[in-house]
């Protein structure tokens, strides 16, 4: 997995995507971005939402303060 500084979650290669039910998402090819701003009309996957509304985040380890 690889967060992308102020965007989404990448996941690349060999993984599996549940609900918190158990119930498997297809996720229809081996790399996928996952929403992490909350504003995608497709989550759990990226619409590019982050970029209008403006989500900032680090793309490495954030630290509390």
Not at 32 to 43: F, I, M, N, Y
């Amino acid at each position: 997995m690889t967060t992308c500084e102020d965007g989404p979650l990448l996941l690349r290669g060999s993984f599996a995507l549940l609900t918190q039910d158990g119930q498997a998402i297809d996720p229809g090819r081996a790399t996928v971005a996952l929403c992490r701003c909350g504003r995608s009309a497709t989550r759990p996957f990226c619409d590019g939402s982050h970029k209008v509304t403006g989500f900032r985040a680090p793309g490495g380890l954030e630290r509390s303060a």
